[in-house]
């Protein structure tokens, strides 16, 4: 009988733990992708437009019902400012690539839906490039900034029901208060490969 009890409770064991690292409730690795509007708050008076699209990338996993992990890569789009008069031209070109960890903290709404929180730590080089030319005057340079920051965010997700795919929709706010950005709010739609 302690035999069997013991067999028992290493069979128990071993498969709980198993179930850490296959495809079970309790750990969920996924990879995925995500699609942004960015509207940035630029530090200064600027004619370049607010508006950037982004692309992210993102590998994480959702560890039991209410946590997760996530790391991510992200690209925005090129914003071009180019002004030409008589006497003079400016081309002025912005743009940024971020990466960092988001912890998510998940609430269950029903079997398929849920609502989530993020908090994160993230590095973007934000890219600002410009040329200036004039008859009395030329210059031209190209500025790279690095800041460290949090973010933050909250969206929904809605896990489909053959439970390998899943969908979301979050906004996320930066705020970077660098010496082009003060923050940046991100809206993003997004997909996840749940292996």
Same mark, same amino acid.
């Given at each position: 009988?302690?035999?069997?009890?013991?067999?028992?409770?290493?069979?128990?064991?071993?498969?709980?733990?198993?179930?850490?690292?296959?495809?079970?409730?309790?750990?969920? %690795?996924?990879?995925?992708?995500?699609?942004?509007?960015?509207?940035?708050?630029?530090?200064?008076?600027?004619?370049?437009?607010?508006?950037?699209?982004?692309?992210?990338?993102?590998?994480?996993?959702?560890?039991?019902?209410?946590?997760?992990?996530?790391?991510?890569?992200?690209?925005?789009?090129?914003?071009?400012? $180019?002004?030409?008069?008589?006497?003079?031209?400016?081309? =002025?070109?912005?743009?940024?690539?971020?990466?960092?960890?988001?912890?998510?903290?998940?609430? %269950?709404?029903?079997?398929?839906?849920?609502?989530?929180?993020?908090?994160?730590?993230?590095?973007? =080089?934000?890219?600002?490039?410009?040329?200036?030319?004039? %008859?009395?005057?030329?210059?031209?340079?190209?500025?790279?900034?690095?800041?460290?920051?949090?973010?933050?965010?909250? $969206?929904?997700?809605?896990?489909?029901?053959?439970?390998?795919?899943?969908?979301?929709?979050?906004?996320?706010?930066? %705020?970077?208060?660098?010496?082009?950005?003060?923050?940046?709010?991100?809206?993003?739609?997004?997909?996840?490969?749940?292996?």
């Amino acid at each position: 009988m302690k035999q069997t009890f013991t067999i028992f409770a290493i069979m128990f064991t071993m498969s709980t733990n198993a179930g850490i690292y296959t495809n079970t409730s309790n750990f969920r %690795p996924y990879i995925g992708i995500d699609a942004g509007l960015n509207i940035s708050d630029y530090t200064y008076e600027t004619d370049l437009d607010d508006i950037y699209y982004s692309a992210t990338i993102n590998a994480g996993a959702r560890i039991g019902h209410n946590f997760g992990v996530e790391l991510f890569f992200t690209h925005s789009s090129t914003n071009k400012l $180019g002004m030409i008069d008589s006497f003079s031209t400016l081309d =002025h070109e912005v743009y940024y690539m971020g990466y960092g960890f988001d912890i998510f903290g998940y609430y %269950p709404v029903s079997r398929n839906f849920d609502f989530f929180t993020s908090f994160g730590i993230a590095n973007y =080089h934000i890219y600002n490039k410009y040329e200036y030319i004039s %008859p009395f005057y030329e210059t031209s340079d190209k500025i790279s900034d690095n800041t460290v920051t949090s973010r933050f965010g909250i $969206g929904i997700l809605y896990t489909f029901p053959e439970d390998n795919m899943s969908g979301l929709l979050q906004y996320q706010y930066t %705020p970077l208060s660098n010496e082009l950005f003060k923050n940046m709010s991100e809206f993003s739609i997004g997909i996840r490969y749940i292996f």
